[in-house]
């Protein structure tokens, strides 16, 4: 079970509180996260990575156990803390505008 | 009784704002996608509750909202506006080339005839379309094929398809405007384009008679008259009266720069303005909130000032943000990147402010709802 925590307006746009929990088949990577959290949240879809690269929004940072995992590869595995749920996945709006 | 419902998109989310016809007491709904910038949302002319609204962000990217009860509940439809084949380049500012991006939804024109079918001018220019409302979108990809994408270039807000007029008489025509490159007329509803910007300048343009490359701000027609055009072009006011040719109409107003323009609902040549001071201020020359009206179809220009502040006032009103009720007398409304809605019930004679106080507006809607 991987533990997710979206920024507040997507939280809005995707109507959940909390965290979300997702299952997941397969080796835990920022790919097959996002990807599971769009297929439970297809509103989700292009607000996280860019629907044509699929590149992460340049806004957006992808953090776990306090490292900052934004410029990791897709395809590369999340810390075995996160793919076992002890730790959370953060995706964060960066603080910037006013 | 008659009733107003008026569509306000601002920086910070969209309000709704209605009325019954007497327009004097308004009540004030929102905001809606709070925190959120929403560039535009307008109903459709054959179902009244039906909504689209386009909400962007520059964390979050695009959303696409649509509403089936007139505004109080909202569903987000799909959001994946993606350039049909190689998406190409366009001018850059530097003057080299630089690839077609899409950024966000700038406009939404819902078709005069099925609510399920919407138009979206976007940045970087193009027009997609939705045939089922919003579930998908396609791009009608010979608009940014005609040929002469490559001499496009952004203006200061962006490369953005902002204004597309659906001509009421002629199934299949379609006006659209982008900045900076000109007005584009279909025939064959969107799938064949090209330019219509013969008699249109653009100061330092290197080829004065140049067939795009032109800063229109926006256009607007009367549906009892499609085939007479206006524009508010960033230097000058324009008309057209055969779709093909322009002629400079601005008269007497105090500035040529500007950005709404809109058509008195009953008085096809009764038109709408707000000079701006350009080319760097863009805000109020004077410091006079001043709405300009012309009976003649332009050159001949008169401020309607009665409710609207007449010094230290030093707002703009961006494209999108005026609009006419169709009651009668028709209702004129505005709104200020200082986040004031104003109103006139008497066709610009006297205004007053419906809000004072909301975000920066982007654009203004109106539906007459019998």
Known sequence: ?98 | MSKVRVLVGTRKGAFILTSDGRRQRWDVDGPHFGGWEIYHLKGSPVDCDRLYASQTSGWFGQVIQRSNDGGKTWAPVDNKFVYDGVPGTHLWYDGTQHPWEFKRVWHLEPSLTDPDTVYAGVEDAALFRSTDGGKTWQELPGLRGHGSGPQWAPGAGGMCLHSILLDPNVPGRIFVAISAAGVFRSDDAGKTWRPINRGLKSQYLPDPNAEVGYCVHSIAMHPSRPGVLFMQLHWDVMRSDDGESWKEVSGNLPTDFGYPIEVHAHEPDTIYVVPIKSDSEHYLPEGKLRVYRSRTGGNEWEALTKGLPQRDCYVNVLRDAMAVDSLDPCGVYFGTTGGQVYASADAGESWVPIVRDLPSVLSVEVQTLS
């Open chain 1, 1 to 98: 079970m991987i533990r997710v925590i979206l920024p507040a307006h997507l939280r809005t746009l995707a109507r959940v509180e909390g965290e979300v929990k997702l299952e997941l088949e397969g080796q835990a990577t920022q790919r097959s996260v996002l990807d599971s959290l769009e297929a439970r949240f297809p509103v989700l879809a292009g607000t996280i990575r860019d629907h044509g690269t699929q590149r992460r929004r340049p806004f957006l940072r992808f953090f776990a156990c306090e490292k900052d995992l934004s410029h990791e590869l897709p395809d590369a595995p999340l810390p075995e803390s996160v793919a076992s749920g002890r730790e959370p996945f953060l995706i964060v709006g960066a603080i910037a505008g006013g």
